[in-house]
Structure formats: C-alpha cells, structure tokens
C-alpha cells in the first residue's frame, strides 16, 4: 500500500494490520512519499524492486496474490 504521509492518509491501517497479526495476510508493506523516515521505500514500486524475489517467489512458487 502507498501513501503520503503515514498519519494522515493511512487508510484501513488497522484492519490491515490486524490481518497481517491473524495470517490473514502473510505479509503486509507500506511505503510513505512524503515520510523521510519510513524505513520501507518512498514509492510501492521501490519496494517491490528491493524485494523482487520475495515478489517472484510468492507469485510463481506459492501462488501468492499480490495487490498494489
């Protein structure tokens, strides 16, 4: 999920992290533009290059799903 800035414009912050604490989802990723301090990437799309073969493998090995 990205969005600007983590306080402002997070939408279903809470539902989404209790999915990731249920394995409902397996693995949740946020990427803030306007948030200097993110340890995730400014953008989705640095985060998926910075992550691609943990993308490649949940897609072609697991069947993962993955939703930008």
């Known amino acids: 999920f990205g969005c600007r800035e983590p306080t402002k414009d997070w939408f279903f912050k809470d539902e ?3 999915f990731e604490k249920e394995k409902i989802l397996t693995e949740y990723l946020v990427s803030f533009s ?3 301090s ?3 990437g400014k ?3 640095d985060e998926i290059e910075k ?3 943990m993308f490649v493998n ?3 090995k697991e069947e993962g799903h993955i939703y930008v």
Do not use: A, F, H, P
């Open 16 to 18: 989404m992290l209790e």
């Open 58 to 60: 949940k897609i072609l």
């Open 43 to 45: 953008y989705v799309q």
């Open 51 to 53: 992550r691609g073969e």
């Open 34 to 36: 306007r948030d200097e």
């Open 38 to 40: 993110s340890k995730t």
